[in-house]
């Protein structure tokens, strides 16, 4: 993990960037994969995080916020069924849902509304649940 935050968000080099360096923040995350190359392209895709490595079998990646890094891993145990369930926003549901189906994701739980916002469930390619939410209408 310290590899990964001394080089990531705004760093000098010499310590950890700001960006990550928040107390109570949640900033560096190992997501399993059985392949992760498929793995990142998915989260590229679906949620437009930056990629680096993607050539290589331990890709990184650093969200656009630069508030979040993290890698792929092989040989943990996907979240199939989920414990703690991760939802990361989306500008347009619709999209992110259609992005991810067409790139190895599968739908758990369609678009539903909850109060204002629009929620969803779907599996990414090594079939982890992960949740995805917008703000207003579809």
Sequence with gaps: ????????????????????????????????????????????????WNLRGHDTDDPRFEDATGHLVGRWVTGRVISREPGLLPYFYVNHIDDAVERAAAHGGEVVKPPYPEGNLWVVTVRDPGGNVIGLWQEGPR
């Excluded at 923040?25 to 997501?31: C, K, P």
């Design 1 to 48: 993990m310290a590899e990964n935050g001394h080089e990531q968000a705004g760093s000098s080099g010499s310590g950890v960037g700001a960006r990550l360096a928040r107390h109570g923040g949640l900033s560096y995350l190992e997501i399993p994969a059985i392949d992760a190359r498929q793995s990142a392209a998915f989260y590229e895709i679906v949620l437009g």
